[in-house]
């Protein structure tokens, strides 16, 4: 075969690559989320306020990815199961015997995801302040002030083997305690709530920080909205606080 020959052959092998690969491309950029009774919020700031202890790259891929597929997931549930939207999540969550067997796994991952990373937005922001007021006393009076209490909490983000969170939990008469959990799941599947959390998923702070996790959980502190966490314990001893 002569030399132009052999290059007339690979262009057209290379003509039938790409078009073989066109539709696929196509396709994958034309994937719209399903609609649904399940929305995800928009971030309250930025995606890049948070730096740099977040950068900006994180915080699109977390929210408008990772919390997306559980919104996406949930809207593809209440399709043939409408009831898991009739509830407040909480009421879901803490009742998942209730839920169809057939889909109580993925909404326990899908619904406690949705809620944790709900309430990990909202507990987030730039210039956060400092605790203070009636949070600010319990933290003291239960987890042994704030410095023990970053210490503890920390070392507790620290020890969840794979992927999880840590929290802070609150009880009806107002009581904090630091509890762990396992993927995705809730205080609110064990009748808790969680006053604040961190998701120690590798893809909440990978890009940044790859194996350190440990930093990642100190630097995490720097982007706490404490006023927010204030008229959560507020709402919590209500009886108010959602997720």
Do not use: C
């Amino acid at each position: 075969m002569s030399s132009i020959s052999r290059r007339r052959l690979m262009f057209a092998a290379t003509g039938l690559v790409a078009a073989a690969a066109a539709p696929r491309l196509v396709f994958a950029q034309a994937a719209v989320a399903p609609a649904g009774p399940f929305k995800l919020d928009p971030l309250a700031y930025p995606a890049n306020a948070l730096e740099p202890h977040i950068d900006a790259k994180t915080m699109e891929i977390h929210h408008d990815r990772h919390h997306q597929a559980f919104i996406t997931n949930l809207n593809n549930f209440a399709k043939d199961n409408p009831q898991i939207a009739e509830k407040p999540v909480g009421e879901v969550l803490g009742n998942l015997n209730a839920v169809p067997e057939a889909i109580r796994t993925g909404v326990r991952n899908s619904m406690g995801g949705h809620a944790n990373h709900t309430m990990f937005w909202q507990i987030m922001g730039p210039n956060g302040g400092k605790p203070e007021g009636a949070v600010l006393a319990a933290i003291d009076s239960d987890l042994g002030g704030m410095e023990k209490f970053q210490t503890d909490f920390n070392a507790a983000g620290g020890r969840v083997f794979g992927s999880g969170w840590v929290f802070v939990t609150v009880s009806k008469d107002g009581k904090l305690a630091i509890e762990t959990r396992p993927n995705q799941d809730n205080p609110m599947m064990d009748g808790k709530r969680a006053l604040l959390g961190n998701d120690v998923w590798e893809h909440a702070y990978y890009l940044n920080y790859q194996n350190r996790r440990a930093d990642y959980l100190k630097a995490w502190w720097n982007t706490v909205n404490w006023k927010v966490v204030g008229e959560r314990y507020a709402a919590a001893k209500a009886g108010t606080l959602g997720v």
